[in-house]
């Protein structure tokens, strides 16, 4: 609290403190004012796993694992393939969906699947019908997120599974862009292609 | 070299630079701090439980450390926590590439989508270069 710094005998010791603790009370002021005004603004105090407390999407599978819904295209009158899917709630945030939730919405093609990864890794091979959306690139393009058109559609967000993130961050991107039915497949690619499901590429 | 390293306006120079990237980055993070806790989160370097905490008090160490700097007002103070901050995200940017982690590093808040990598740690080590040159004692 002395004279600045440009004095030769000043103490950056002391005023590095000082910078800290003021740093600390400025952070903890915005922090109370931000929880009150705007979730992005303001934080919980103590974190928590969001990957763990992201609710998940329960199959709707019957109880010998089968989906409860078919198509059959020379019935007119048959259950369209959507009429078994689980609804989507609106829980203010993307929701998980495991592999066989996932399996079922892509047999129905009632879901828009987006790749996060980079562009080489999805050419080589991705989820059949999966656009490639980069994370890196959809964050400095908040239009792109807005005008993706879905055909009304959920979107599923997956990338390289383990310990690849950038499902849950474009996830979220997508869902605060505007768009209501934002899904994670927290698995990601590699657990789907060792489920032996279909997958496209070259 | 040494001389021209602690020359007074040299020091000024790189104090400048740092302060403005880091009062840059510290801007992008206090825009949306959900999103920078969530990237704490991804480095994997806290425990979860502390996570938000950083993310609370972080981007204002950043933005103060940045004002002395780029005001001259206790700038070596500044410089020298921004040294050590530099010092830290480079030990955390260099354990998530040997770990293979593969995310986007928040260092800008969301704004830049840049990704921890192998380029990030090159970038990294050269802010830390200037930061370093920012906290020696000018020679007058």
């Known amino acids: 609290m002395s004279q600045p710094s440009h004095g030769e005998g000043s103490a950056p010791g002391r005023e590095m403190v000082v910078i800290l603790i003021t740093g600390l009370l400025l952070g903890a002021g915005y922090n109370v004012i931000g929880q009150r005004s705007d979730p992005r603004w303001g934080i919980d105090w103590i974190g928590e796993d969001r990957l763990e407390n992201l609710p998940t999407l329960e199959s709707s599978a019957g109880p010998d694992g089968l989906p409860s819904a078919y198509t059959d295209i020379d019935d007119p009158l048959a259950i369209p393939a959507t009429a078994g899917l689980p609804e989507i709630p609106n829980v203010g945030r993307p ?16 879901v828009f699947i987006v790749d996060a990864r980079e562009a080489d890794e999805y050419e080589i091979s991705r989820i059949p019908g999966a656009i490639n959306l980069p994370y890196d690139q959809a964050i400095t393009d908040p239009e792109l997120l807005e005008n993706l058109d879905t055909g009304g559609r959920p979107i599923v ?29 927290v698995g990601g690619f590699p657990e789907w292609q060792a489920a032996g499901y279909p997958t496209e590429g070259s | 070299m040494k001389g021209l390293l602690t020359h007074r306006r040299t020091v000024r120079v790189c104090q400048v630079l740092i302060g403005l990237v880091f009062a840059a980055a510290a801007l992008g993070k206090l825009g949306d701090l959900d999103s920078f ?19 609370i008090f972080l981007p204002w160490v950043e933005l ?3 004002l ?3 005001l001259g007002v206790r700038a070596r103070a500044g410089a020298l926590l921004t040294a050590a901050m530099m010092a830290l995200f480079t030990v955390a940017v260099s354990q998530a590439v040997l770990r293979g982690l593969d995310f986007e590093c928040g260092c800008f808040g969301t704004a830049d989508g840049s990704r921890v990598g192998v380029l990030k740690l090159a970038e990294n080590l050269v802010m830390l270069a ?9 020679r007058s």
């Open chain 2, 37 to 55: 806790a969530t990237q704490v989160h991804y480095f994997r370097l806290v425990p979860v439980a502390v996570e938000n905490l950083v993310a």
């Open chain 2, 130 to 138: 200037v930061a370093v040159i920012a906290s020696l004692r000018p």
């Open chain 2, 64 to 66: 103060l450390a940045a």
């Open chain 2, 68 to 70: 002395a700097l780029i």
């Open chain 1, 157 to 185: 967000t997956y990338c390289g599974g383990g310990s690849c993130e950038l499902s849950l961050s474009l996830a979220e991107e997508l869902f605060y862009s505007g768009h209501e039915k934002v899904l994670v497949y």
């Open chain 1, 95 to 110: 929701i998980q969906i495991p592999l066989a939730t996932l399996k079922q919405f892509f047999d129905a093609d009632a």
